[in-house]
């Protein structure tokens, strides 16, 4: 933490957009049984979605290393309080650990006095299932994984699943919509997602892939679009972005508060599925969870396929945990 903290106050610029510095370094153990500490800083530019993390900064260092794997992931902020690695970050992180469970993130704060730790697998539920394998082998590897958990394009949902009726229904209403994904060239998976309203309406979207991959739009993130069209009255704009960060910066229930501004009249997603052409559910990528989440969505059910093939509902916020102890999420008051 404390050399984090030098390297951190030696930067020469901060930021462009939130002014708010970030410094990581991944402790890593190369093939030769050295260790290793690579660093990287956050970066933005004039648009804030093409911002970059310092995590994932530094992990794509790793591509001029033969062999490693990562034992600890250090993250330092100019914020007092240690904060977690947000939605991408995780999610990043996950796609080049292959034991999660013993990836250690340490939190520290910008004054080297309060450190918190935890396994990765803890911040980042429900990853990717496909994450591991390349462009060449996931046809294959999906085609397989399908199979041997008895996974059909025409998925039932088992009844002892909560809501199976609802979400065999809006797994079909996906998994239509397939077919309008195109460019096949550009990556071989196709992806398409569903959601069901309060009202009963739902609507569809499907994965728009770009010739540069981060151009992607995945399709659960186009849903959003949708549930932002149905809400009809709002009891105040700014009390609801801003206490939600500022109650997440005081670490209390930041998903119940932020999922509970749900506003009188308004229409609420309340069932979500995203499927790939093999019928697989996957839970909404890093986008996705922390839109939901933090727009108030984080009470809507997801209906994913764990790492066992076995077909589990989870509440979006519960996709994107709260970090354990005392750290918090990056806030809006971090950048005042």
């Known amino acids: 933490i404390t050399l984090a903290n030098l390297n951190r106050r030696t ?17 890593v153990r190369t093939r030769d049984g050295s260790i290793q500490f690579i660093r990287g800083a956050n970066c933005e530019q004039g648009y804030i979605g093409g911002a970059i993390c310092a995590e994932r900064a530094a992990i794509c260092q790793l591509r001029f290393l033969e062999g490693y794997s990562i034992q600890k992931v250090v993250v330092v902020t100019d914020s007092k309080d240690p904060l977690s690695p947000g939605a991408l970050c995780r ?16 939190m520290g704060d910008c004054f080297d006095e309060v450190i918190i730790e935890c396994p990765l697998s803890a911040l980042w539920p429900h990853p990717y299932l496909f994450r591991l394998q390349n462009r ?25 699943v909560p809501d199976f009726e609802i979400f065999t229904a809006l797994h079909k209403e996906a998994y239509s919509c397939l077919e309008k994904e195109r460019f096949e060239l550009i990556h071989p998976l196709r992806l398409a997602a569903a959601v069901h309203f309060s009202d009963g309406s739902t609507e569809t979207a499907w994965q728009l892939k770009g010739l540069e991959y981060g151009c992607t739009l995945d399709p659960v993130s186009q849903l959003l679009s949708f549930m932002e069209r149905r809400r009809t009255q709002y009891k105040s704009t700014s009390a609801f972005i801003c206490q939600t960060c500022t109650i997440s910066a005081t670490h209390t229930d930041y998903q119940t508060v932020s999922n509970d501004i749900v506003l009188e009249n308004s229409v ?67 950048f005042a």
């Open 91 to 106: 999610e990043f992180m996950v796609s080049v650990s292959t034991d999660p469970s013993n990836t250690l993130v340490v």
């Open 268 to 334: 609420t997603p309340t069932y979500i599925v995203m499927t790939d052409q093999f019928g697989i559910c996957h839970a909404p990528f890093a986008q996705a969870r922390s839109l939901l989440s933090e727009h108030g969505y984080g009470n809507a059910k997801v209906l994913v396929h764990d790492v066992s093939g076995v077909l589990v509902v989870a509440r979006a916020s519960e996709l994107l945990p709260l970090p354990p102890g005392n750290a918090k999420f990056l806030s809006h008051d971090d």
């Open 11 to 27: 930067m020469m610029t901060t930021p462009a957009q939130s002014n708010f510095r970030v410094l990581a370094i991944l402790v």
């Open 136 to 160: 060449n082998s996931l046809v294959a590897f999906a085609s397989k994984w399908a199979l041997e958990n008895k996974v059909l394009p025409s998925l039932v949902v088992d009844p002892e």
